[in-house]
C-alpha cells in the first residue's frame, strides 16, 4: 500500500467467509506525514563588496521519504537591502545574491516546503572584501617658499570592481543602496614621518589641509586614507619643492 496524500486514513482489511471461517473485518487508522528533506548551500569562498554572487542550493528528500519537492528557496546574508535577499524557485537550484555590508556573512538557506515535503534551512559563510580605493594628492602652490600657505588636496575614489550580467543595472560607484557612491572616513597628511594633520573627507571624498610650517628643501608629503566599512585603505605620495 501506498499513501496518495497527507493526513489520517482508516484503512480496512476484510476477508470473505468460506466454509471453514466467518466473514471478518478489520480496521486500523494509519497516519501519512509529510517526508522530511535536508539543504545543502554552496556560496563561493569570497567576493568584493559590490559584486553579485551565484549561491546554489538544492533540497533533497529524506529517506523512507520520496519525490521531487516544490516551492521555493530563500537565500539571505541578514541585510535589509534589496539584494540580500534572493530566492530560488524550485527545480531550479541558483539565484544572485548582492550583499549590502562588508565582512564575514552568514548565509541561510531556507526551504518553505510544500504540500508533501517538510521544511528545512541550511547555512554557509561567505567573506565579503571591502571595495579597493585609490587616493591622490595634490600640493599647491608647488614649489613654494619658507613660510607660505600651502594647500594639501586628498581626494578619495572607489575603485571599479567585476560586475557580472545581473549587475547590468549598477553604476561602478554603486547604485546608493548596496554600497555608497563616495567613500567616508578621513585622511591623514604627513611631511616624512611628520604627521600635518587628520581631516574628514568631505561629500566627494575630498580632504584638504592648510600649512605653513614647510622648511627650506624638497620634502615627500603622503595621505593616507583611514578606509571605512565598505572602502580599503590607501596611501599616496608627492614630492613638494
Partial sequence: MSGTGIGTCTVTATKAADANYNATT??????VSKAATTITISPPAAITLGQSVSVTATVAVTAPGSGTPSGTITISDG??????????????TSCSLTPGAAGNQTLTATYAGD?????????GSLAV??????ITLTSSPNPSHVGELVSLTATVTLLPVTRSASDAGLTQAGDGVKVAAVPTGS?????????????????????????????????TLSA???????AAVATVTAAQQ
Fill in 26 to 31: 478489520a480496521t486500523v487508522n494509519v497516519t
Fill in 129 to 134: 572584501g571591502v571595495r579597493p580605493t585609490a
Fill in 187 to 219: 585622511v591623514t597628511f604627513s611631511d616624512g614621518a611628520t604627521v600635518l594633520g587628520t581631516v574628514p573627507l568631505d561629500a566627494n571624498g575630498v580632504a584638504t589641509l592648510a600649512i605653513w610650517t614647510l622648511t627650506q628643501g624638497a620634502h
Fill in 79 to 92: 541585510g535589509a537591502t534589496a539584494g540580500d535577499t534572493c530566492t530560488i524557485t524550485l527545480p531550479a
Fill in 224 to 230: 593616507r586614507y583611514s578606509g571605512d566599512a565598505s
Fill in 115 to 123: 504540500s508533501s515535503f517538510t521544511s528545512s534551512s541550511a547555512s
